[in-house]
């Protein structure tokens, strides 16, 4: 006689980047071994690898993991967390500014109490992925995935993430009369296309990515060193998760 198979309940969110509703169960023991693996090497790429399999095994739908943007990432996990060890999760901060601290650090750190299904991606009204660098010339935008991030490692400056992201982000050239999608184009012409751009068209590129959705959360709290009420903006999956 085969053991039993118990019931696992099954949850639904708006995936923020295409806000499409996916569904998911929560970790089971497996998933936990997974990320108490991952905690113990106390390696980035460890838990992003942890993370992306907990992801892959907890959604019901079919999608790739590697494909999607960060903030997607950043928001599923949390979901995951929530619904699978609680909605609570203590954290400690350490603002800026101590009046009793020379204007430093606090130097003692506060426990803050957060609900993750609280926490929400934010977005820009005015961003978009679609920039017009003149009336007739535009470029469509695709938001930075796991893919692209792990070609960080390789890059030894700022200034060759900024292009490698950027580059690795445009989808599609167009004019009014054709589009050159992704696969059309060879690297030697994106760079010479992207080199041929005014300081001012380059900056829309780079506001894109600083307008981007992204995973925050405002905490109010009392400050233990001083007594202040304080307001911090938590943002990333690391801040949270630091104390997960």
Not at 70 to 95: C, M, Y
Not at 199 to 220: G, I, N, W, Y
Request: glycine share 4%; proline share 4%; net charge negative.
């Amino acid at each position: 006689m085969s053991l039993p198979k118990l019931n696992v309940p099954v949850y639904e969110a708006i995936l923020p980047s295409t806000e499409s509703v996916i569904k998911y169960r929560p970790f089971l023991v497996k998933e936990e071994k997974i990320l108490m693996t991952a905690m113990e090497a106390e390696d980035n790429e460890t838990m992003q690898t942890a993370v992306r399999q907990i992801i892959a095994n907890c959604v019901q739908e079919k999608l790739d993991v590697d494909k999607l943007p960060t903030f997607d990432i950043e928001f599923l996990f949390l979901r995951l967390r929530a619904k699978s060890v609680g909605e609570e999760l203590t954290i400690g901060l350490q603002p800026w500014g101590c009046p009793q601290n020379d204007g430093e650090l606090c130097k003692f750190t506060t426990e803050v109490k957060i609900n993750l299904e609280e926490i929400k991606v934010e977005k820009t009204e005015s961003h978009s992925n679609k920039i017009m660098l003149t009336d007739g010339v535009g470029i469509m935008m695709s938001y930075p995935s796991l893919d692209v991030m792990k070609k960080f490692k390789e890059k030894s400056s700022e200034t060759e993430i900024g292009m490698t992201l950027i580059k690795d982000s445009i989808s599609m050239i167009f004019t009014e009369e054709e589009t050159h999608e992704k696969d059309s184009f060879s690297e030697t012409e994106l760079d010479e296309f992207i080199d041929s751009l005014t300081s001012d068209q380059f900056v829309k590129l780079r506001e894109f990515f600083d307008t981007m959705p992204s995973l925050k959360h405002t905490a109010k709290y009392t400050c233990k060193t001083c007594g202040e009420e304080k307001e911090t903006t938590i943002q990333g999956l690391d801040s949270f998760f630091g104390s997960a």
